[in-house]
């Protein structure tokens, strides 16, 4: 449901319609991955940002009739980065949760 209605408000053509929706089963599974909305919310900030910018030093307009090239880009950009946060669960832990104890021992040694 959530990805029909992120889909919905981008008006773009068949082909940008398609990358928004790959693009919320992407921040879906990263929210999912992440315990949290704050990761996909960094990769929608990080491409709004980055296609400003981009249309900002000339390197194309924006526009709601998108390419494919355009859209495999983004696709991939966002893969990478999707990637890295599993890596990120996986290996780094930094989406584990915090257990009550160890949240205990630290205010009390912040106190």
């Not at 068949?14 to 919310?41: F, H, N, Q, V």
């Not at 900002?56 to 990478?80: C, D, Q």
Request: with cysteine; charged share 15%.
């Amino acid at each position: 449901m959530q990805v029909v209605a992120f889909t919905v408000v981008h008006p773009y053509n068949i082909i940008g319609m398609m990358d928004i929706a790959i693009s919320a089963l992407l921040y879906t599974l990263c929210c999912i991955t992440s315990k949290g909305i704050e990761a996909p919310t960094a990769l929608h900030i990080i491409n709004n940002t980055t296609e400003i910018w981009m249309t900002g030093f000339g390197f194309g307009a924006i526009s709601s009739k998108m390419t494919f090239a355009s859209a495999a880009v983004f696709l991939v950009f966002k893969t990478l980065f999707f990637l890295f946060i599993v890596f990120a669960d996986k290996k780094l832990h930094w989406f584990d949760e915090v257990q009550y104890d160890d949240v205990e021992r630290w205010n009390a040694s912040h106190a």
